[in-house]
């Protein structure tokens, strides 16, 4: 059995960060997987609230360093009511990419997924054009509300294979990709 590590619940863009707090939570993420999780994406290219989940932006800025420094793998996050795939990177520098196959081998950076395409349909605008780190975004799908209402699926095989799947409640599978760690 594989363990994906620690949950952190982070609510508020406005909450003042307890660096010693998360340092100390992150810091027990000694799994095979480290994963985190928060209400707010640390990157979005979601147009309503494009300032608050771009490089620069204070939950990133609070949080990026520490994610890196334990090497968290993979961020889940929600708030915007659609599914957006960000590329590894440092502060909006992209820094990995999938191979053709969706596999992103041994990011130095997290996957970080913004899931929220579960809650209440509204709706999203994206920001064009799509900044590079964006991989993948789903939402508006108006008038067939199917294609972008769903859910996330982690599988975690074994201590160096994990892949994710984005499923919209028509059921056909529209992103995944893998993480593989040599």
Known sequence: MYKLGLVVAVQSLTCP???????AVLVLLVHSWARFS?????LSSDADEYAAHT?????L???EPLLLQYGVDLTLTGHQHA?????PNKNGTQIEYP???????NPS???HLLVGAAGAMQEEHWVKPSPAWSAVRIADAFPNLLESYGFGTVSIANATHLSFTFTPVEGNTTDSFSIIKD
Not at 17 to 23: D, G, I, K, T
Not at 83 to 87: A, F, G, I, K, L
């Open 83 to 87: 599914y957006e795939r960000v590329h």
């Open 55 to 59: 490089p620069g932006a204070p939950l």
């Open 61 to 63: 800025t609070a949080f």
């Open 99 to 105: 191979d053709s196959a969706g596999v992103y081998h």
């Open 38 to 42: 928060c209400h707010r994406p640390f």
């Open 17 to 23: 960060v307890n660096e010693a707090f998360a340092s």
């Open 109 to 111: 950076a997290p996957v």
